[in-house]
């Protein structure tokens, strides 16, 4: 198994990473099937009986057939020839999850291409489509990320055995796109920590950590639209509006140092993947609450503020945490 895997490394670094690539003559390869196999003892049978008694419908037979995976051999061939493959970039997931990505496959042929299977080479997950003439049709594949932060995506294969299922025609591609993997959130974290006081206010250090963080108050006639906070109001069923005066005391920080993440924990993951994976659902809880809030890993600090781009930001900067090193 390693000598196939140093020969699979070696083979993968001499190709190199597209995201678009049309298949030619030096890019695809062609071995006879065990169904092919069979198929050639066989006509090597009917050939040798054919000789030795004589036989002229033995010998129609044995051409015939000889002549029909000639031409199997030459259309499946030229199934994948000629055929232009094209990746869609993948959207950000979270480790642990199924990464999904399109494959766009194009031809300019006039006639229709049957039976294209594409997989993740290494694999046994294959996704089939026939590709019409002059047209274009997608697959959908998918890996499993084990790892946080920017990974390319794993090197691709794709196959056909049409017409005979004699000869197998395939391809190895490597893309040039990347995916990011965020942490995979905490499955059952703790409450959001308590905001800290803002500079300047008058918030006293000791009422703040007494309370956990909320940043809302009920709903009092006469507040705006735009500050109740209505995923929250989904789930009570009472209408509850952001405080902005405790928001203006106080700040929700998100803070790699203050995690409170014990090292003893049975949780499979080095103490940084622990405390990236609180982090991480926080962050989706205070989304989700609609709490403002701030990301500080170590040097790195990303202000307070509220939206999809923000916690796409806070989430981006947990998955690279970290990558330099």
């Given amino acids: 198994m390693k000598l196939r895997g140093r020969l699979q490394a070696w083979f993968e670094s001499r190709i190199a990473p597209r995201d678009t690539v049309t298949l030619t003559q030096r890019s695809v390869y062609i071995l006879p099937t065990r169904p092919g196999w069979m198929m050639a003892v066989t006509l090597l049978v009917l050939l040798i009986a054919s000789i030795n008694y004589q036989l002229n419908l033995g010998y129609a037979l044995t051409f015939l057939l000889a002549g029909c995976a000639v031409v199997g051999m030459h259309v499946c061939h030229g199934t994948l020839r000629g055929l232009t493959m094209h990746l869609v970039a993948p959207d950000a997931q979270f480790m642990g999850a199924s990464v999904p990505f399109c494959i766009q496959l194009s031809s300019r042929k006039r006639s229709v291409?049957?039976?294209i299977?594409?997989?993740?080479w290494g694999t046994e997950h294959w996704s089939w489509t026939d590709v019409p003439s002059q047209g274009s049709s997608k697959v959908q594949l998918s890996f499993k990320a084990t790892r946080r932060g920017l990974q390319r995506l794993p090197t691709l294969t794709a196959e056909t055995r049409f017409?005979?299922?004699t000869f197998r025609v395939w391809t190895i591609w490597r893309p040039a796109a990347q995916v990011l993997v965020y942490p995979a959130p905490e499955p059952h974290p703790p409450p959001l920590p308590p905001g800290l006081p803002s500079p300047g206010s008058a918030l006293s250090s000791a009422q703040s950590p007494s309370t956990d963080w909320d940043g809302v108050r009920p709903y009092r006639r006469g507040d705006p639209l735009k500050s109740i906070v209505w995923k929250k109001a989904a789930?009570?069923?009472?209408?509850?509006s952001r405080d902005t005066q405790h928001a203006q005391q106080s700040e929700l920080w998100l803070d790699l140092s203050r995690t409170g993440y014990a090292a003893g924990g049975n949780t499979g993951q080095s103490p940084l993947e622990a405390q990236l994976s609180r982090l991480c659902a926080w962050v989706l809880?205070?989304?989700?609450?609609?709490?403002?809030?701030?990301?500080r890993l170590g040097a790195l600090e990303i202000g307070p503020d509220l939206g999809e781009a923000h916690k796409r930001a806070c989430l981006q900067a947990l998955a690279r945490y970290g990558e330099a090193a």
């Fill in 113 to 115: 291409r049957y039976g």
């Fill in 117 to 120: 299977g594409m997989a993740v």
């Fill in 163 to 165: 017409p005979l299922g």
């Fill in 235 to 240: 789930k009570t069923d009472n209408l509850v």
């Fill in 285 to 295: 809880l205070a989304d989700k609450q609609g709490t403002r809030y701030g990301l």
